[in-house]
């Protein structure tokens, strides 16, 4: 079993920057897995933001591109995003899940478990 915790979100103005983490806990090695960061706000589903492949490729949403970076590291069983020049639009509840096979399968979210509680992140402009 896997246990993930996000953390670092908060409140920023537009064009600000913040540091999501998130923990992975548990007995089961998911170093060869896909990890990512989602994101949700209320009436809408969640939606994928930014992926880490094992073979330390990343892949981007469009609307974040050159503007967040994922990084992982695995020594700290850490999954990081770095979010700059943020907008309203970038507001919501992050999420790190863990993707359910091996390989790479997209941003859609019904491919990733093992989902945190989340932490909020708000944009004022």
């Known amino acids: 079993q896997v246990t993930l915790h996000e953390s670092g979100g908060g409140s920023v103005q537009a064009g600000g920057s913040l540091n999501l983490s998130c923990t992975v806990s548990?007995?089961?090695?998911?170093?060869?897995?896909?990890m990512a960061w989602f994101r949700q706000v209320p009436g809408k589903q969640r939606e994928g933001v930014a992926a880490h492949i094992p073979d330390d490729h990343r892949d981007y949403a469009d609307s974040v591109k050159g503007r967040f970076s994922i990084y992982r590291d695995k020594a700290k069983n850490t999954l990081y995003l770095e979010m700059n020049n943020l907008n309203d639009e970038d507001s919501g509840m992050y999420y790190c899940?863990?993707?359910?096979?091996?390989?790479?399968?997209?941003?859609?979210?019904?491919?990733?478990?093992?989902w945190g509680p989340g932490t909020q992140v708000t944009v004022s402009s």
């Open positions: 899940g863990v993707a359910r096979y091996v390989g790479y399968p997209g941003l859609g979210r019904g491919y990733y478990t093992n």
């Open positions: 548990g007995r089961l090695d998911v170093t060869d897995r896909t």
